[in-house]
């Protein structure tokens, strides 16, 4: 895998920090697509507690880290460790991706336009939609922003209402348009989904190693919905594996995470990695899991 590593120049350094790191195929997809370019670089996935995420960032300026992803459950405090944020993070309030540009650290976030190729790639239409995202964390932020302006309604559905509240007010404040917050409840669900377009999954609820588990019972589920389920790993969570029975229109994390990935890599390296490549070699991995 590291004989595209030059001796002579130190290599440089791409990290990935989260807790928990291991569900995570962005070191696979980093890593191929460094070799198959010829650079001279590494992915190094790390797990970093909450308390040491500050110093993980001190290492990163020490180190001379190049850059680093930053994922589940750091993208949000992550904010206050870089030296400037990219307009689009700011309002998000979450950044999945660090450059490092002589010490000076600087926070984007590259889910938001992700997502949006993913669906745009599936022919997956928001405009005037009526969609309902579960989930208040860094996922769900970046999603709800990127797709308010588009969408018809927006619902945000939560456990902890004090987070699902914050997001569906900043939402209501920023972009003149109501936004609700619902609770995590079946009786939310058994309400609202009727009039529901897009349903799209930004919790963590059926991902691995939880595979059985699914955030909305089955009968709620109706055709003509469209579920997203920003999950990758399993590649068909349970709930998208209900809704193709119930025969919604269905998309996986897959094609989001790759295109977060492409954008991070080509913000490090200013090259343009093989989308084939990393979707093959990620495929294999999961599979072979
Ligand atoms: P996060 O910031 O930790 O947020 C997790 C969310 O899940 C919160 O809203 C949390 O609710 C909710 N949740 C967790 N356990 C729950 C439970 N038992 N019942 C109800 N709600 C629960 O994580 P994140 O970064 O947003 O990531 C969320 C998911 O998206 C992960 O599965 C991650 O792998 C996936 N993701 C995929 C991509 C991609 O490219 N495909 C990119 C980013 C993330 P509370 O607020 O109540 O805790």
């Known amino acids: 895998m590291f004989d595209h590593l030059k001796n002579s120049t130190p290599t440089n350094i791409i990290c990935l920090f989260g807790h928990p790191i291991e569900h995570s195929m962005s070191p696979i997809m980093h890593n191929v697509a460094f070799k198959d370019l010829g650079l001279d670089y590494v992915y190094i996935a790390i797990d970093i507690t909450p308390n040491s995420l500050k110093q993980a960032f001190e290492v990163v300026r020490a180190l001379d880290i190049k850059g680093a992803n930053i994922t589940v459950p750091h993208k949000e405090t992550s904010l206050k460790f870089v030296d400037e944020i ?54 769900a932020r970046a999603l709800a922003h990127s797709f308010i302006e588009e969408a018809n309604n927006l619902v945000i559905v939560n456990r902890s209402s004090n987070r699902g509240k914050r997001l569906a007010s900043e939402l209501t404040g920023a972009y003149h348009k109501k936004v609700l917050y619902k609770k995590f409840k079946n009786k939310i669900f058994e309400n609202i989904l009727p009039s529901i377009d897009i349903l799209i999954n930004a919790t963590t609820i059926g991902m691995l190693p939880n595979i059985h588990l699914s955030p909305i019972p089955k009968i709620f589920l109706h055709e003509d919905l469209t579920v997203f389920d920003i999950i990758y790993n399993p590649l068909e969570t349970l709930l998208m594996k209900e809704a193709s029975e119930i025969g919604c229109r269905v998309l996986g994390g897959l094609d989001m995470l790759i295109f977060q990935g492409v954008l991070s890599f080509e913000w490090w390296t200013n090259k343009i990695p093989n989308i084939e490549l990393i979707k093959k070699t990620i495929l294999n991995e999961l599979v072979m899991k």
Do not use: Y
């Open 86 to 139: 990219s307009p689009l993070a700011r309002r998000i309030g979450a950044i999945n991706t660090i450059k490092n540009e002589k010490g000076w650290l600087i926070g984007r976030n590259t889910d938001a336009s992700g997502a949006k190729k993913a669906l745009k790639e599936a022919d997956i239409d928001l405009n005037g939609k009526n969609i309902m995202i579960l989930g208040a964390g860094g996922a």
